[in-house]
């Protein structure tokens, strides 16, 4: 990734800590079957838990990144055992002891099934990004990579009301079509992209009319603002394409079809995001606002081929239950 030297140290500390946090995440286990406010409120007390944390190891007894690798764990532990008390209390069908873990082979096939095409996706994505991040340092250095993370920071934050809206449709919808009521899943779908459309409306307009005003809440320098606000200009386009391939992602998924999700995302990701990135940036010389610009690119690409498998309708004929 071509990583600067002073940054490696910390993020290797920090990197090898915060993965023992993974096995806490079990809220969306109580968003598929009670409810979606819950999980929302268990999440919040976990980031509170995770800020005070941060301010009191980092900020005030100044431990590195370290202590805050073990204040994510801790809260994410915190949240987990919220979670399981909230499932204990409404008599879920499991009870959590160690003698009850043992392994079902048909329940581990539908999971796979479901859960692998996933899962290679996000890390293809993930990995794509990763490219790009190699891209950004070597076009434009330190200020760049700093205007890229600012942007990233933002769009990670900018992105949650839309990944809600879709994980609350992938669960009506795998509800709907497992009773075989397609029209509701069509409607289901519907309302997601209005709302994703309408969230995608309001991002992009802040990104055009406050941009500098976004950099300043990270305290940035003008060197920065040099390269972050081409950038974030050119960024600003993925929430054109991501409402929509967020969407006919989400009933693609939701119907056992996340094969499908895998082709496009993959498909935009090495096929057409990095590829562009390299071009625009290195052959055309257009540098870090070349990379910023096959980002969005890309997503219409990927929501375009999602668009067609939709229409062909084959997510209604193949249904995991």
């Given at each position: ?63 590195g ?10 809260a ?56 790009l ?16 993370g600012?942007?990233?920071n ?8 839309q ?22 899943s ?9 709302l ?28 920065v ?28 998924t ?19 995001r ?25 997503t ?22």
């Amino acid at each position: 990734m071509s990583t600067f030297e002073h940054d490696l140290t910390k993020g290797n500390i920090w990197k090898k800590l915060v993965k023992f946090a993974v096995p806490f995440f079990i809220s969306n286990l109580i968003q598929s079957l009670y409810s979606l406010v819950d999980p929302m409120i268990f999440v919040i007390i976990a980031c509170a838990i995770n800020i005070t944390l941060d301010m009191v190891l980092v900020a005030g007894f100044h431990m590195g990144a370290g202590s805050a690798a073990f204040a994510t764990i801790f809260a994410q532990g915190c949240s987990m055992m919220f979670c399981i008390l909230y499932l204990k209390k409404h008599d879920f069908m499991f009870d959590f002891r160690p003698s009850s873990f043992h392994f079902v082979k048909e329940e581990f096939d539908a999971l796979l099934r479901t859960g692998l095409p996933l899962s290679i996706q996000m890390v293809g994505t993930n990995f794509s990004f990763l490219i790009l991040t190699t891209f950004i340092n070597r076009a434009g250095g330190v200020a760049a990579s700093a205007a890229a993370g600012i942007v990233n920071n933002f769009n990670g934050f900018a992105i949650l009301p839309q990944a809600a809206f879709s994980s609350a449709a992938a669960a009506m919808i795998a509800q709907n079509m497992g009773k075989g009521d397609v029209k509701r899943s069509e409607k289901t779908m519907y309302c997601c992209l209005v709302l994703c459309l309408g969230v995608s409306v309001i991002v992009f307009a802040l990104m055009h009319i406050f941009p500098e005003q976004i950099f300043y809440l990270f305290g940035v320098k003008a060197d920065v603002l040099v390269y972050g606000l081409p950038y974030i200009f050119a960024f600003s386009f993925e929430y054109v394409g991501l409402p929509f391939i967020m969407s006919f992602s989400t009933v693609l998924t939701a119907t056992g079809n996340g094969w499908i999700t895998l082709v496009a995302n993959m498909t935009s990701a090495f096929f057409v995001r990095i590829p562009l990135a390299y071009f625009l940036a290195f052959v055309r010389g257009h540098g870090v606002n070349g990379i910023a610009a096959a980002i969005p690119l890309a997503t219409i690409v990927g929501a375009i081929i999602s668009f067609g498998f939709y229409l062909s309708g084959i997510w209604r004929k193949r249904v995991i239950l």
